[in-house]
């Protein structure tokens, strides 16, 4: 098990990028949580076994319909042990 931090930037926002991520990771068994930042970018917090974690990192690359990824920053961070994976609002 393993955390990461992705900053997912584009068009990411107002295109239902948390909650299709929420749905995402649901599906896959990762928990952790998903926000908007204030610079349009979303921020996700995911922990899980790495290869469950590489095919969200991969889904990101692409995210939902309405969306347009430029970029995927990943970084792994230090362990976090959510209990399930929720969408942060402000």
Not at 7 to 13: E, L, Y
Not at 42 to 51: L, M, P, Q, S, W
Not at 62 to 83: C, E, M
């Amino acid at each position: 098990m393993k955390t990461i931090l992705l900053i997912v930037s584009g068009r990411v926002q107002g295109v239902y990028f948390r909650q299709t991520t929420r749905e995402k990771a649901i599906a896959l068994q990762i928990t952790g949580r998903v926000r908007n930042l204030a610079d349009g970018t979303v921020e996700i917090r995911a922990t899980g076994d790495e290869e469950k974690l590489e095919q969200l990192i991969r889904w990101c690359h692409q995210g939902p319909p309405r969306a347009v990824v430029n970029k995927v920053l990943v970084s792994d961070t230090s362990l976090d042990n959510f209990s399930s994976f929720e969408i942060q609002r402000s």
